[in-house]
């Protein structure tokens, strides 16, 4: 019996996410927040994820954030990053990084997860999950699914529901590229592989009813591969999280990067302008602190502390729950953002430059000066984006914002009050109804 003859007036959605608390990161939250909010819109949430999924990053204090109404049900998950992990020599392997291939046995890991396993080492979740949503749907009667990638296989699972069901009403809602995301480029792709990819994400794209992205870029990126519409979804700031928050003028001159620094973020431009102007400026020197909060790549943490100035002006701190990480925004002087050297920069706006702007703080961003996260300071007056070519353009911003500091400028006021997440949430629920 198809799903339209068995639905009722309620409305219900399910969320078919890899990613969920205890889970940590912007595509965990991206989610939970839309999730969190759906009940005040009138919409029942239902959340499937993997029972036991592979994951770097932890964060027990977004688990407060699912709501009672949520329905989330976990199902087993058979990664094979065991077998990743001893063709290594016992490198770690998750996600969105490949080992470095440094050995044979590295590089045919490499291989093996870029050309045998498409999309993703998560594909093998597909065929269950399937089997048991296709019962699952019939007997809560939801007429709606959103997908969400990467893992881009999770589209595998919405594709095979809808070919099922063709009254099931599919969103596919896009965080990163799929068959031209800068990722593949590191996991020695074969022609053959590659043609896959796009076939699978041609496959998508075509058949769900709607298509959501984060970023401007992006949706005329993927109306481009699937030649239809794309609606633009962003990412936002939860101002429950904000509730309490309080600025607080730190001793010293700190500028604090938030998230990860993985092997394609460059912060070294920025870097290196923070040099020159210690070498200029004593006073700057003595009282300027650069913060790395979250994940840092070893070549990064390397050439900071072999430096004999930067070393002893930087800091590393671990990841932190997301609560601590908004206490951070209130003792900071500036909050950068670096997106140089990611591949198609001038399309990404993450999740945490919401968050920023929010704070009120100023924002020092290093990378592409026409992109998306540039258009989205600028219409909010909150900072600039200065390409990390131009170094004598970054230590003049650098300069201009510690001397607002000394004089004790007072916070921006940001103008982005359709970027909340309960907003976002609004615009979704338009997209389902």
């Known amino acids: 019996m198809p799903l339209e003859e068995e639905a009722s007036e309620g409305k219900k959605v399910l969320v078919i996410t890899y990613y969920w608390p205890p889970s940590g ?7 939970l927040k839309f999730v969190k909010y759906l009940p005040q819109f009138g919409w029942q949430p239902y959340v499937f994820t993997p029972e036991n999924p592979s994951f770097d990053l932890k964060d027990e204090s977004l688990i407060r954030d699912v709501p009672p109404e949520a329905e989330v049900l976990q199902f087993p998950i058979w990664e094979p990053y065991a077998l990743f992990n001893k063709l290594s ?5 998750s996600a969105n990084s490949a080992p470095k291939a440094d050995t044979f046995f590295k590089r045919l890991s490499i291989w093996i997860r870029g050309n045998l396993f498409i999309p ?9 999950s399937v089997n048991f949503l296709d019962d699952f749907l019939r007997e809560k009667r939801i007429r709606h699914i959103i997908t969400t990638g990467p893992p881009h296989s999770v589209h595998l699972i919405g594709l095979r529901l809808k ?8 969103i596919a809602d896009f ?84 998230g990860i620094v993985n092997e394609k973020c460059n912060p070294v431009p920025f870097m290196e302008a923070v040099l020159s102007l210690c070498q200029k400026n004593q006073d700057f020197g003595n009282l300027v602190h650069i913060d790395f909060v979250g994940q840092v790549n070893a070549h990064f943490t390397k050439y900071v502390n072999t430096h004999p100035v930067l070393s002893i002006i930087t800091h ?67 900072g600039v984006m200065i390409d990390g070519a131009s170094q004598e353009k970054i230590e003049s911003q650098i300069a201009k914002l ?10 921006l006021t940001a103008n982005i009050p359709d970027y909340s997440r309960k907003a976002m949430t609004k615009e979704l629920v338009s997209l389902l109804s």
């Open 175 to 258: 965080r990163d590229p799929w068959s031209e995301w800068g990722f593949l480029d590191t996991l020695k792709l074969t022609g053959l592989a590659r043609r896959w990819h796009k076939q699978l994400e041609k496959s998508v794209l075509q058949r769900a009813d709607k298509v959501t992205t984060i970023t401007p870029f992006y949706v005329r990126h993927f109306q481009r591969l699937g030649e239809r519409k794309v609606n633009l979804l962003t990412n936002g700031f939860d101002e429950e999280d904000f509730k309490g928050f309080s600025l607080e003028r730190p001793d010293k001159f700190v500028i604090r990067h938030m």
């Open 89 to 93: 020599g016992g490198g770690q392997a």
């Open 316 to 382: 590393f701190t671990p990841t932190v729950p997301h609560r601590e990480v908004v206490k951070l925004y209130g003792s900071s002087a500036v909050l950068l953002l670096v997106l140089t050297g990611y591949k198609d920069a001038e399309g990404y706006m993450p999740g945490k430059l919401f968050e920023y702007i929010a704070t009120g703080l100023p924002i020092l961003g290093v990378g592409p000066e026409q992109g998306d996260a540039a258009a989205l300071m600028s219409a909010a007056g909150v």
């Open 25 to 31: 990161g912007s595509g965990v939250q991206r989610w």
């Open 163 to 170: 070919k099922r069901n063709p009254s099931l009403k599919w």
């Open 120 to 128: 993703d080492p998560r594909v093998f979740w597909v065929r269950p």
């Open 402 to 411: 510690f001397e607002q500091w000394k004089s004790g400028s007072s916070p």
